[in-house]
């Protein structure tokens, strides 16, 4: 399915670009993304991924994650019935999951990759999704976000009066979205045409640990001052978060700031949390960390491809004028769903490209007010879906994924449900 998408994207943006006269402009972005995919997402997400790689390392070395995963251990063996529940994937997944319902991206992408490389310890096929990979693709393209941390700012920025109103409409639509990208790649994995190809007739080993790593020598108990140290540094954020939400804005419920604060505070609770209880468990820290984040600029190189590929279709097609086609045909369309049509181009570019969707919502502000109908619907939109095509090729090229199966047409699925939801609570709750 992907092979037809990316393929339709390029000629039709190659043959819009000729017939449009837009040639140059189709030239200028294929460089521009091919640019930007090793330069600005791609070295990047390197750096970020060797710090946290090796904090990830570290919490498994100190045992961190078993005891994590072990939490949600009957809700994830259900996700997930053809992965050990002892799997090092697992605790991956569950801090994964809790960085994006936080909306801790820089955090949420790296420890998903890691996430991938486990499930891939798994593969039978290797190339080809399994059921676990689709699953887990389908939770990160329709996963709950709390706070819609980026269109609350652009919306405050620009001097909306209550630019926190769009938290609980985004919260209903990502939570929809989310049912329907778990129901549908449940569904979809049933399927014939979604079904793997025979097994081959000889496996070869895949790397990658698969289950957690075993120890020559079990790891100290925590001793009294060692609890109590542990549980000082808890209390200081714990404290902190208490004290950001008591002195935040005055029109922020309780609840919402509650959740701001500790998105603030999340990463570096994080980064000062693992590194201090693994020293308290005798693991070798520095050691350790290097290790891990040896496979940062590794998974960079993996992933650099497959981002090129799909950041240059998209820019193709975009610069041909594909998008304001498709704005322009479907306008009929829109009055009929109650869409403004200036929000339809953020509909179609959200699931291809997350600044480009950003960029889109900043404009729909500025041109209508940010406390207009459809500013308040493109930040419910915005918050309540995912950039699917990005996070395939992202997640898939970490681990040379090319047959994805069912997981675009989940991933997309999920979208739609998130677009339709927001348009049925943004009509209630905002609509004169």
Known sequence: MLNYLWLGLI???????????????????????????????ALPLGAVMALWLGIMRLAEKSGAVERLSSFLKPLLTRLFPDVPADHSAMGAIVMNIAANMLGLGNAATPLGLRAMQGLESLNPRPGTATNAMCTFLAINTSSVQLIPAT??????AAGSIHPTAIIGTALVASTCSFVTGIVSVKLLQRLPMFSP???????????????FPARTEPLPELSLWRKVLLGAYVLL??????????????????????????????????IGFFPLYAALRGVAVYEEFIEGAKEGIQ?????????????????????AGGIDI???????????????????????????????????????????????????????????????????????????????????????????????????????????
């Not at 190809?197 to 289950?211: D, R």
């Open 299 to 319: 998974v960079a190189l993996r992933i650099f491809p497959y981002l090129v590929a799909i950041l240059v279709a998209v820019g193709i097609f975009r610069a």
């Open 326 to 432: 498709l704005t322009r045909l479907l306008s009929p369309v829109l009055d009929l769903i109650g869409l403004p049509p200036q929000v339809l181009p953020l509909v179609l570019v959200r699931p291809m490209s997350g600044s480009a969707a950003t960029g889109l919502f900043a404009e729909i502000v500025k041109a209508c007010g940010p406390d207009s109908y459809a500013a308040h619907l493109a930040g419910t939109i915005l918050g309540g879906t995912e950039t699917t095509l990005y996070v395939l090729a992202v997640y898939f090229g970490s681990v040379a994924i090319r047959k994805g199966r069912h997981a675009l047409a989940a991933g997309l699925l999920a979208d739609a449900a998130g677009v339709a939801a927001s348009l049925v609570i943004c009509r209630l709750v905002f609509k004169q």
């Open 237 to 270: 954020f714990a404290f902190t978060i208490a004290h950001l939400a008591l002195i935040g804005d005055a029109q922020t419920s309780w609840p919402i700031a509650l959740i701001q604060s500790i998105s603030l505070v999340a990463i570096p609770f994080l």
């Open 151 to 156: 269109a609350v700012g652009i919306l405050a």
């Open 197 to 211: 190809a025979p097994m081959p007739a000889v496996i070869l080993p895949t790397s990658g640990e698969t289950v």
């Open 11 to 41: 000629l039709c943006g190659v043959v819009l670009g000729v017939l449009n006269g837009k040639t140059e402009a189709v030239t200028a972005a294929t460089f521009d993304a091919a640019k930007a995919s090793l330069m600005t997402i």
